[in-house]
């Protein structure tokens, strides 16, 4: 099993990352995908670019060198009522969005029952195509109400591969969601969250650990062109 596709990573636009869009790239390139998604981070990020960055990025090709690139965000979870900080027209014009929640956005204090609410009420945004890294130990919800939720509305769990290479605190989180996935039959992407070009596509220990779960590959939206564009269709995003 291979991912045909990174549909999260950083550049140096994102100021905690170290690569340019050109770099990242030709590393997607080298890896032989089909598809990279630019997902620099959203405003309330502390060094996030600003919003002439992602208004601008329709400068950039469809394709360069053989690869279809996806111009997007990683927008921020706001709030526990699910609110983003990505917001229309912006989201109209990007193609890609992964909505996550990241330890110094949210102020209030976490529970179960608050992130279960807040994953609920971002499964009813229609321009969200993924959740990110929600297996984060700090956030933990209630796969069994929420997973449902989100696949019913077209939105990707991700299993992001940085769990397994840097959060091992998150990975029995990450186990039990794949296996909530499994159960109801709900989408994921399989992503690298790569804030440096070499990590690009490099996503073995996730691919190893759904194969050991015995994980539906056509549930792998990024697992074949086939399915990545059957769901590029489905949100209406150019092939």
Same mark, same amino acid.
């Given at each position: 099993m291979k991912i045909v596709a990174d549909l999260h990573t950083h550049t140096i636009a994102s100021t905690h990352a170290y690569s340019t869009i050109q770099e990242m790239v030709a590393a997607a390139k080298e890896k032989n995908l089909y598809?990279?998604?630019?997902?620099?981070?959203? &405003?309330?990020?502390?060094?996030?670019?600003? $919003? *002439? *960055?992602?208004?601008?990025?329709?400068?950039?090709? !469809?394709?360069?060198?053989?690869? &279809?690139?996806? !111009?997007g965000i990683e927008a921020n979870i706001l709030d526990f009522e699910g609110n983003i900080d990505c917001?229309?027209?912006l989201a109209n014009q990007?193609?890609?969005? %992964?909505?996550?929640?990241h330890g110094n956005i949210i102020k209030d204090t976490p529970s179960i029952e608050k992130c279960t609410n807040a994953?609920?009420?971002l499964a009813k945004n229609k321009n969200v195509n993924v959740i990110g890294h929600s297996d984060t130990v700090m956030y933990k919800y209630d796969y069994?109400?929420?997973?449902?939720?989100?696949? #019913?509305?077209?939105?990707?769990?991700?299993?992001?591969?940085?769990?397994f290479n840097f959060k091992k605190d998150s990975m029995?989180?990450?186990?039990?969601?794949?296996? %909530?996935?499994? #159960?109801? #039959?709900? &989408?994921?992407?399989?992503?690298t969250d790569a804030h440096f070009s070499t990590y690009v596509g490099n996503a073995e220990p996730t691919l190893q650990v759904l194969k050991e779960l015995d994980f539906p590959k056509e549930?792998?939206?990024? $697992?074949?062109?086939?399915?990545?564009?059957? *769901?590029?269709k489905e949100k209406n995003i150019e092939i």
């Open positions: 598809a990279i998604a630019i997902t620099d981070h959203a &405003r309330q990020m502390p060094g996030a670019p600003g $919003a *002439y *960055y992602f208004e601008s990025l329709s400068l950039i090709p !469809k394709e360069y060198n053989g690869v &279809r690139i996806l !111009k917001e229309e027209p990007l193609e890609w969005i %992964v909505a996550s929640m994953y609920l009420q069994e109400k929420v997973i449902p939720e989100l696949s #019913k509305n077209g939105i990707l769990i991700e299993i992001n591969n940085s769990t029995s989180n990450c186990v039990e969601i794949i296996k %909530v996935c499994k #159960k109801h #039959k709900a &989408r994921i992407v399989v992503n549930l792998i939206v990024n $697992a074949s062109i086939e399915t990545l564009q059957s *769901y590029m």
